[in-house]
T-cell receptor, first 115, second 114 residues
Framework: AQKVTQAQTEISVVEKEDVTLDCVYE???????LFWYKQPPSGELVFLIR??????QNEISGRYSWNFQKSTSSFNFTITASQVVDSAVYFC????????????FGKGTMLLVSP | DARVTQTPRHKVTEMGQEVTMRCQPI?????VFWYRQTMMQGLELLAY????????DSGMPKDRFSAEMPDATLATLKIQPSEPRDSAVYFC????????????FGPGTRLTVL
């Protein structure tokens, strides 16, 4: 069975600080997908990124960047120069290529960015 | 801007009442998922459909929960009878053909059972 661990329950930073959200996953499959979702206070789940297990290139999108390391089974998410609007709960998730392709979510990390 | 829609957005009901939640997947998507989010358990998969056929509902309490897709544009999740422990946010997500790993979530239905 697969598992996603987000060890940080809550992180508080001050605006403009950089912050990294950790995600560690477990699976025996060699082909899988990793995701990050954002859940702002309004409650909806917003898709941020999907990464497949064969693509270890780091990705940058504006102030967001993702570091995928298969050797440590980690898929960490960094927000550079954080803003108050980044305050949300962030979920890391794993999906296998085989089977039903359902998402296994971590427990989430609540990020609070203060002005 | 195609989105998954869910109704109602909020529902307050009394224990023992039937609750029906509806989801309209994005047009052209052929996979539909139902998730439940609680503080204690986080996000859990309840049921999963592909081409309107249920593929996995092992996460759902069978005695009181039922999920159906009467047609390609409507998915329903029913609870009968509802209990206070069913209070949660219920999310529907849909995914496009051949890219089953991509899931787009609706805004959720916040259910409170008194």
């Amino acid at each position: 069975a697969q598992k996603v661990t987000q060890a940080q329950t809550e992180i508080s930073v001050v605006e403009k600080e950089d912050v990294t959200l950790d995600c560690v996953y477990e699976t025996r499959d060699t082909t899988y997908y990793l995701f990050w979702y954002k859940q702002p206070p309004s409650g909806e789940l917003v898709f941020l990124i999907r990464r497949n297990s064969f693509d270890e290139q780091n990705e940058i999108s504006g102030r967001y960047s993702w570091n995928f390391q298969k050797s440590t089974s980690s898929f960490n998410f960094t927000i550079t120069a954080s803003q108050v609007v980044d305050s949300a709960v962030y979920f890391c998730a794993l999906s296998l290529k085989s089977g039903y392709s359902t998402l296994t979510f971590g427990k989430g990390t609540m990020l609070l960015v203060s002005p | 801007d195609a989105r998954v829609t869910q109704t109602p957005r909020h529902k307050v009901t009394e224990m023992g009442q039937e609750v029906t939640m509806r989801c309209q997947p994005i047009l052209g998507h052929n996979t539909v998922f139902w998730y439940r989010q609680t503080m204690m358990q986080g996000l859990e998969l309840l049921a999963y459909f592909r081409n309107r056929a249920p593929l996995d509902d092992s996460g759902m309490p069978k005695d009181r929960f039922s999920a159906e897709m009467p047609d390609a544009t409507l998915a329903t999740l029913k609870i009968q009878p509802s209990e206070p422990r069913d209070s949660a946010v219920y999310f529907c997500a849909s995914g496009p053909p051949s890219r089953y790993n991509e899931q787009f979530f609706g805004p959720g239905t916040r259910l409170t059972v008194l």
